[in-house]
């Protein structure tokens, strides 16, 4: 079966694989005791939404999962400006 993604669809999937990788890449400057839990999850955060279709909903989750990972990415460099001293 073949699927037919409108543009904002296509646009809107890319912006969501974006934001995965981006928390995944971010995650590996996690300490190593806590990178397996971490990338779980963010898998699952993910796959909560996965069939989500509605346009207004996926905007306001990625804008969120974005802060998040602004939040985790700051965390991370805090831990290693203090380990660095």
Do not use: W
């Amino acid at each position: 079966m073949v699927h037919s993604f409108s543009l904002q669809d296509f646009l809107l999937r890319a912006r969501v694989l974006k934001l995965y990788r981006q928390a995944l890449r971010i995650a590996r400057r996690a300490p190593d005791h806590a990178q397996a839990e971490l990338r779980q999850t963010i898998r699952q955060e993910i796959e909560k939404n996965r069939y989500c279709d509605d346009k207004q909903r996926i905007r306001f989750l990625l804008s969120e999962g974005l802060e998040r990972v602004k939040d985790l990415d700051e965390m991370l460099d805090m831990q290693d400006f203090g380990s660095s001293n």
